[in-house]
């Protein structure tokens, strides 16, 4: 039976010019998650991730405790939505409710994130987006189908929390609602234990940061 450590990327670059590349603190949840791995002699076949700058650079941050790389395979299936594009076409239908300031918070951000996915989900957002949900859905399912049907031993999977909320809703039977819930609590760097089986795909476990619950690492515990 193989196995999947399925992980949200490290904390990303909100409020920067450029999203889609690790902050200082980004990097070092990713480093805290290899040495968890490399202490418990976790060890990976194969590393795959999506083609986003933040997957491979939480990948790198990861295996710089293995005392052997494992292969690299990037897969586009496990790309995020494109939530910038999809948060710019929920404002464009409620410009009443303004913009944020570069220093605004991040949770009105979040809330209107949530709403503008809620809207995606029901194929009420009329402006024409990169994928639909539906598309999104396909995606996900269709790159989980590869994982299940290619990989063997250990894989350490490095994605996004849309992504990866998808996923976790094509194994357990979710509703868009309940996907969408995960979506917005998945903790960067969190892992979760997935078990393929040759007829089955099995949740062992979701969102751990056994890396990150220290008293003194507490702080750096966090969602975008």
């Not at 402006?127 to 299940?148: A, G, I, Y």
């Not at 979506?183 to 969102?207: A, C, D, E, P, V």
């Amino acid at each position: 039976m193989a196995e999947i450590y399925l992980v949200r990327h490290g904390q990303a670059s909100f409020h920067s010019d450029n999203y889609d590349k690790l902050s200082d603190l980004g990097r070092l949840q990713s480093e805290y998650l290899g040495h968890y791995f490399a202490e418990r002699n976790i060890v990976f076949n194969n590393v795959i991730t999506g083609t986003q700058m933040r997957h491979h650079q939480t990948a790198e941050g990861i295996t710089t405790a293995f005392r052997q790389k494992p292969n690299y395979i990037r897969h586009v299936g496990l790309n995020e939505y494109d939530f910038e594009a999809l948060y710019k076409a929920y404002m464009n239908l409620h410009p009443e409710e303004g913009n944020i300031p570069k220093d605004g918070d991040r949770r009105i951000f979040y809330q209107r994130l949530k709403q503008a996915l809620n809207l995606w989900s029901e194929d009420k957002i009329t402006e024409t987006l990169p994928e639909s949900w539906s598309d999104f859905q396909n995606r996900t399912k269709n790159v989980l189908s590869h994982l299940h049907n290619t990989m063997d031993g250990k894989s350490l999977v490095i994605s996004s929390g849309g992504t990866i909320s998808m996923i976790m809703g094509h194994i357990l039977g979710l509703s868009a609602q309940k996907i969408i819930d995960l979506n917005l609590q998945i903790k960067n760097t969190s892992f979760s234990h997935i078990y393929l089986g040759r007829h089955n795909i099995h949740l062992s476990s979701f969102n751990n940061i056994p890396h990150l619950d220290h008293q003194d690492r507490l702080d750096i515990i966090t969602f975008s």
